[in-house]
């Protein structure tokens, strides 16, 4: 039977499944992520057979090395731009992820960060529990209404055509949406408009939400030039992964008033934010928070854990990253 080394605790599921296949658990004990160099020691303390991972280990080379054996690393998101696949390719690494079980949360996350900022529902609670409040008042807090507006998806894959179709039916919104591969489904479905690149979406759009994967061809695709064509009234929401968006030049962009606000809960350089963004009142954030909910959690570990029963049990893993 295998041994597994899990870099941080997870809901209890995966570690069961993995228990109850044969399997040796060793989590790691740290309250939070390992640094590189923790992380790397105690993998080589023992010889494992699988590692199971979180999108906050960064995953290269010298890691994987750090633990030859383990042919299998099963990341806990379904995110995978925190490992090197090139790098696990060459060692003959199995990289596995968890997509489809977090699809409807993230995208109710989306929806709601859509709607916290459209009401500035963070602003007014503050405003109302910091005693401001003095009586009903024609022009307070105005937001924006959804209904009839167009909604840009950048990224139209399960999370981002699940926030179409719950704009869509949930807030009559139009969708046009920006992909490299066209979504067909979506067209028919949500009489969805393609457009063929980023910045007619960005021109477009009323509201723009962003579900493309962290990759080279995606990292800083909302670009400064790219933010700067948006509309004075839209608003951009962020739930993919930081790096997609300029942080920097949104904070810029934020504070002069040429981005009207933002809905963001992942940044550039997690757990950091930008200079600047927690001083303004035009941005929501949260906490990469997207996917935190208990039934959501519950089943991302129990699929990574299946990743690698599946694998050392000498199957395909169902979900591998191609
Ligand atoms: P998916 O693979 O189903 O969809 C991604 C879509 O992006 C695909 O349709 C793909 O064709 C498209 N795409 C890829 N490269 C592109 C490019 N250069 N330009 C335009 N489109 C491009 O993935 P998903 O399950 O919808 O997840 C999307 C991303 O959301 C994940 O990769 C992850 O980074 C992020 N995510 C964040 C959280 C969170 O907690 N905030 C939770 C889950 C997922």
């Given at each position: 039977?295998g041994?597994v080394?899990?870099?941080?605790?997870?809901?209890d599921?995966?570690?069961?499944?993995?228990?109850?296949?044969?399997?040796?658990?060793v989590v790691?004990?740290?309250?939070?992520?390992l640094?590189?160099?923790?992380?790397i020691n105690?993998?080589?303390?023992?010889?494992y057979d699988a590692?199971?991972c979180?999108?906050?280990d960064?995953?290269?080379?010298?890691?994987?090395?750090a633990a030859?054996?383990a042919?299998?690393?099963?990341?806990?998101?379904?995110g995978?731009?925190?490992?090197?696949l090139?790098d696990?390719?060459e060692?003959?690494i199995?990289?596995?992820?968890?997509?489809?079980?977090?699809?409807?949360?993230?995208?109710?996350?989306?929806?709601?960060?859509?709607?916290a900022?459209?009401?500035?529902?963070?602003?007014?609670d503050?405003?109302?529990?910091?005693?401001k409040?003095?009586?009903?008042?024609?022009?307070?807090l105005?937001?924006a209404d959804?209904k009839?507006?167009?909604?840009?998806?950048v990224?139209?894959?399960?999370?981002?055509?699940?926030?179409?179709?719950?704009a869509?039916?949930?807030?009559?919104?139009?969708?046009i949406?920006?992909?490299?591969?066209?979504?067909?489904?979506?067209?028919?479905?949500?009489?969805?408009?393609?457009?063929?690149?980023?910045?007619?979406?960005?021109?477009?759009a009323?509201?723009?939400?962003v579900h493309?994967?962290?990759?080279?061809?995606?990292?800083?695709?909302?670009s400064r030039?790219r933010?700067?064509?948006?509309k004075?009234?839209?608003?951009l929401?962020?739930t993919?992964?930081?790096?997609?968006v300029?942080?920097?030049?949104?904070?810029?962009?934020?504070?002069?008033?040429?981005?009207?606000a933002?809905?963001l809960d992942?940044f550039?350089?997690e757990?950091?934010l930008?200079?600047?963004?927690p001083?303004?009142?035009?941005?929501?954030?949260t906490p990469?928070?997207?996917?935190?909910?208990?039934e959501t959690?519950?089943?991302?570990?129990?699929m990574?854990?299946?990743n690698i029963?599946?694998?050392?049990?000498g199957?395909?893993?169902?979900n591998?990253?191609?």
């Open positions: 039977m041994k080394f899990v870099t941080r605790k997870v809901p599921i995966g570690i069961n499944i993995l228990q109850d296949a044969g399997h040796e658990v790691s004990e740290k309250d939070g992520v640094t590189r160099e923790e992380l105690a993998l080589k303390a023992d010889s590692v199971f979180l999108l906050t960064k995953i290269d080379g010298e890691v994987y090395d030859p054996s042919k299998i690393w099963a990341n806990y998101a379904v995978f731009g925190n490992l090197d090139d696990a390719k060692r003959g199995t990289v596995t992820n968890t997509p489809g079980v977090l699809t409807d949360t993230v995208a109710e996350y989306a929806v709601a960060l859509m709607l900022v459209a009401k500035r529902i963070p602003e007014a503050r405003f109302t529990k910091e005693l409040y003095q009586g009903w008042a024609p022009e307070l105005l937001g959804l009839g507006k167009t909604l840009g998806i990224g139209a894959g399960r999370i981002g055509s699940g926030v179409a179709s719950r869509y039916y949930g807030l009559g919104m139009k969708i949406y920006y992909d490299v591969n066209p979504n067909k489904q979506l067209e028919k479905e949500l009489r969805a408009t393609f457009k063929a690149n980023v910045d007619d979406i960005m021109k477009e009323d509201v723009i939400s493309v994967p962290l990759l080279d061809s995606t990292k800083h695709l909302i030039a933010l700067q064509m948006m004075s009234t839209a608003f929401i962020n993919s992964r930081g790096p997609v300029d942080e920097n030049a949104l904070v810029e962009l934020l504070r002069d008033g040429t981005v009207r933002a809905g992942v550039e350089e757990p950091r930008a200079h600047g963004l001083e303004l009142s035009n941005v929501v954030v990469h928070i997207a996917s935190a909910t208990e959690r519950g089943k991302m570990s129990e990574a854990a299946t029963k599946e694998f050392l049990a199957n395909k893993p169902p591998p990253v191609t």
